[in-house]
């Protein structure tokens, strides 16, 4: 008998054996489609849905994908997204045409071309003191019951549906991210090597900032969630941004940190989204407590040995992601994209502990014919026994 898509995750999630491979798609920032690319899916869908972003945010560029398109894409997860402040979001709707857009940190978006958002106002990009910290006016604020008003009723309606696994997605739980959105990633990680007790004091402050919302929204979203996304961008194509001896001083602490205070709140397994070749981190990742890891950036260094990662890894971590979004996906043709989609399952696939998705947001590059290309090559290849 077929599992529900909620089944099917959390058998996977168990580490047990699901009926096929679980696909999550269209979910998050980190695992969602731009704009473009979802307009042209539904246009070769045949599917008449409205165009609507995700955090109610135009400038980040990601499509909130209506549940017919979500359907098409064989997604077996929904999210449950929180929102900004609302003086935040009226601020930003009401603004003046092409002036920066900010968010409740006082970082933002800066229009680059015409439509096309960059994330590059750095509110802190000259402070290296303490007492600069402390005086930042911008602090977001994270008491605003608007941020999470609206994520109990959505979650408890996706649960009593019992249908899809929901995972949970309140916006950049990454502290070393918010340090590089407050000061440019260039000065941040300057500052991590030449003034540390700067940098550690803002990545504490982040995370503080990071929990006290965490805790608004686990409190507010209750028991109904499969999974909860956080995470840090730390590898870069070949290798870490920072050495493994940094990462265990400096940073590690405050991940275990978070993921322990998540855990004390819910029993929502921890979806970790980190970019880049991340692999010598990895048992620092399981040791804190992450139990999904995405996006297994395959075109990255030593996160191409899907092989190595399966053996060494697999029964204690489940693998997220994949499907390369920087050269199969947007240059591949469908056929390319559905023999890598065969090949990546009959690896991370093989005895359960994976969920097909693509390396991180499909991007406005993507074909659409690549996008369905991708997860009806699931339909094809991905029940168990895996096809060969």
């Known amino acids: 008998m077929a599992m529900t898509s909620r089944e099917r995750v959390r058998a996977v999630l168990n580490h047990e054996i699901p009926d096929r491979v679980p696909v999550i798609l269209g979910v998050s920032n980190a695992t969602g489609i731009k704009m473009k690319p979802y307009q042209r899916v539904k246009k070769l869908a045949g599917i008449d849905a409205p165009d609507n972003y995700i955090y109610e945010w135009p400038e980040l560029g990601t499509a909130k994908v209506d549940e017919q398109t979500m359907v098409r894409l064989h997604s077996d997860v929904r999210g449950v997204l929180d929102l900004f402040p ?22 933002g978006q800066v ?10 106002y750095h ?3 000259d402070a290296t003191t303490i007492k600069e ?28 549906e019992k249908q899809f696994a929901i995972m949970a997605t309140p916006w950049l739980m990454f502290p070393l991210e918010r340090a590089f959105g407050l000061q440019g990633m260039d000065k941040f990680l300057m500052n991590l090597a030449m003034v540390p007790d700067f940098a550690v004091a803002m990545l504490k402050k982040n995370l503080e900032l990071c929990k006290q919302h965490m805790g608004h929204f686990l409190e507010a979203i209750g028991d109904n969630i499969d999974l909860i996304k956080i995470g840090d961008d730390l590898g870069s194509q070949d290798r870490l ?14 991940h275990a940190d978070l993921i322990r205070f998540i855990k004390e709140r819910t029993k929502a397994k921890v979806f970790f989204h980190t970019d880049g070749d991340v692999f010598d981190l990895i048992e620092d990742f399981i040791e804190i407590g992450v139990d999904v890891l995405n996006p297994i950036q395959t075109s990255a260094g030593k996160m191409s040995d899907l092989q190595g990662l399966k053996q060494r890894y697999g029964s204690r971590l489940v693998f997220c992601g994949a499907i390369d979004t920087q050269h199969i996906l947007p240059q591949g043709t469908p056929e ?14 093989e005895g359960g502990g ?15 014919e690549n996008i369905l290309s991708m997860v009806d090559a699931v339909e094809e290849f991905g029940y168990y026994s895996l096809k060969k």
């Open 354 to 368: 994976y969920i097909l998705a693509s390396v991180h947001t499909i991007m406005n590059e993507v074909p659409a």
């Open 133 to 160: 910290l402390e005086d930042y006016p911008g602090w977001p604020v994270m008491d605003d019951p608007y941020r999470v008003a609206h994520v109990k009723d959505e979650a408890q309606k996706l649960a009593d």
């Open 336 to 349: 390319e994209v559905r023999q890598e989609v065969r090949r990546v399952i009959n690896i991370l696939g």
């Open 123 to 125: 509110p802190l990009a």
């Open 86 to 107: 609302k003086e935040v979001q009226e601020r930003n709707k009401n603004r003046k045409p092409h002036s920066h857009c900010l968010d409740d940190w006082g970082m």
């Open 111 to 120: 229009e680059i071309e015409p439509g096309v958002w960059f994330p590059s």
């Open 241 to 254: 941004m920072i050495s493994p001896r940094m990462y265990r001083q400096m940073l590690k602490p405050l």
